[in-house]
């Protein structure tokens, strides 16, 4: 049976279903049964967690050694303290269920290991957030699936994979993902690509089609396309079309370290997204020319309390230095919209993406946003390669306030002997309407600016960028959107502030010849789309890419522009791309 969603991350991806559901581990229904049978309960769940982790840690042992095992049975020996246990009991005795009891005294030890500056206690409040949540779900008598002992070749499908469920699957033993929920600018879509495993999401009534764990799947993350439980025939011209796709991958190998040329020679500097440090040391692998864009958000979710300054200077200082001569754009906290932090406690809002947003959050909350601002500035005291970009920019205010802020947080930093770039730039993303409109405005705030087509295509157009029945609207391809890059382009060329783009667009074929027509000269793209991008660079002169930009802004559709555009990139290119 096939379902039709949409192309998240290219790719084709033949293995065995594995449902993923997060699972609910919300206690406010359980009520209170008397301190002897809470108490009963908690032994008894105690008694099943320690048989559980037996048999994780065997697992654990035989494939990984014993380091993973006994990170396991830490696990173990943690709740086995005479002194957590009394302080779960204390609460037991004051009439809490046992589950508020284990919640709130684990939280207690996560916030006091999070606060911490050495990286191995860190590294425990982890363990105890695994631990909390375990007992929890024996507690509440929900089954979850234990990520870290999924087969290998499975194929993760899922309502929804947000990005702190992502993190934590062990993606080197993922071979496909498929999500009922998303669109190709979500984050998990994005994140999807930067691991370079195939994707399809947007599958509307994915998780109420009959299949079960173990169902032969396929995932045509190019076509963007699943087929559940193919024929033999199908799965025969899937796996043709798997290697075509590897043999592709093999051969951008060429491009990984190459400069990033046009047909003229011209060079263009391309830089990487990333979203830790493990993406920028991919990106150093191949040869990015420094950060374009650092979302920092990815250091705030998957975690029980925010990372310190200290912490955040490291991560930061420790990217800069594995660009040294080159900018590494480090972003200030994105968050709202699709990317919500438990930790952070905000309110749930009825239209998020019009919501309590990027910029918007930061000057909400000074007190993260200030730390944030002085663990940059003190990041970049070595090499003076950092700058700090703001999300969601509506208005030449947000900027002077955050000019304020940071100088703030300079003179703070100076008074208290710290190193810290006091020459920090600060520059603007440009992704809303408005931004668009008073690129001239804002330039005189701005040290830079850098294109966020995502958030720019779905503010453009009024279509949610994760609702996939909205999803063949948020169209990067629209005139209107096309006709909003080209003004902004060329406004912001006009006030010769430096100007790059970091949306997804900058590693999409069919776009590039179009953003080089329009003037672009600095793209950011994730790391494993940096050969491809060189692949596509180096066919496209300017004259060429202007004479084509021409042409296509005199379309009226998006569906003309693509037409024409997959004639002329296969011609030229001489590869059909999708
Ligand atoms: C964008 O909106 O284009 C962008 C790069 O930011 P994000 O995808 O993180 O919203
Ligand atoms: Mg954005």
Known sequence: ???????????????????????????????????????????????????????????????????????????????????????IEELLAKGQVAEAAVAEVAQGYEDMFNGLDDEKTRQRATDIEDMKRRLLSILLGVERLELSTISDGVIVVALDLPASALTSLPMERVRALATERGGLTSHGSIMARALGVPAVTGLVGLMGQAYEDGDLIVVDGSGGEIIIEPTAEEVEDYERRRSVWKADQASLKFFLKKPALDADGVKRVLGANIGGLADARQAQEFGADGVGLFRTEFLFLDRASLPTEEEQTRVYAEVAGLFPDQEVIIRTLDIGGDKRIPSLGVTKEENPYLGLRGIRFCLARQDIFKSQLRALARAGAQRGNIKIMLPLVISVEEVTLTQKLLAEALAELSAEGLAHDARVKLGVMLETPAAALIVDLLAKVSDFFSVGSNDLTQYTLVADRGNPQVSHLCDPFHPAVLRNLNIVIAEAKKTQTPLGLCGEIGGDPWMLPLLLGFGLEKFSVSAPSLAAVRREMISWSVAEARELTEEVLTFTTAARVKAFLKEAVATKTKRTIR
């Open 1 to 87: 049976m096939r379902l039709k969603g949409a192309p998240a991350s290219p790719g084709v991806g033949i293995g065995r279903v594995l449902i993923y559901r997060e699972p609910d581990l919300n206690f406010g229904h359980v009520v209170y049964l008397g301190l002897e049978k809470e108490k009963k309960r908690l032994k008894a769940a105690i008694a099943r967690f320690k048989e559980e982790i037996a048999v994780l840690a065997a697992i654990a042992e035989k494939k990984s050694g014993p380091s993973q095992a006994a990170i396991l049975t830490g696990q173990v020996a943690m709740i086995s303290d005479p002194f957590m246990l009394s302080q």
